[in-house]
């Protein structure tokens, strides 16, 4: 399986912008490139159940966040408060940076 370029890197602000949780917005918590998918900070809430074991020694139904597609999700803007497309640009000292399409506010820190 091929790895996915994703526009989205953990911590990130996003969106989700098709799905069951369209409209909502939470905090990036894990990206897995591999598989093309991201784990969105208390969103896509699903169900699993555990048997009882050292960390939960009651065991029974837990609810934890489910993966979501990462074409399904996109990235926030500080500035203009929106989910935006991101450009990639270089910097002077030949960094590359991600910056917002809409007004080049940059996502990375310089």
Excluded: W, Y
Excluded at 65 to 80: A, D, F, I, Q, Y
């Amino acid at each position: 399986m091929t790895k996915i370029k994703n526009h989205i890197k953990k911590n990130d602000m996003a969106e989700v912008i098709a799905g069951k949780e369209k409209g909502k917005r939470g905090k990036i918590l894990m990206v897995f490139p591999e598989r093309g998918r991201v784990l969105v900070e208390k969103l896509n809430m699903v169900k699993r159940h555990t048997r009882p074991n050292e960390q939960n020694q009651q065991g029974g139904i837990i609810e934890k966040e489910g993966t979501l597609h990462v074409s399904n999700v996109m990235p926030v803007c500080r500035k203009c408060d929106a989910p935006v497309r991101i450009r990639h640009q270089r910097l002077d000292n030949e960094k590359k940076v991600r910056i917002c399409a809409k007004c080049g506010e940059p996502f990375d820190k310089v």
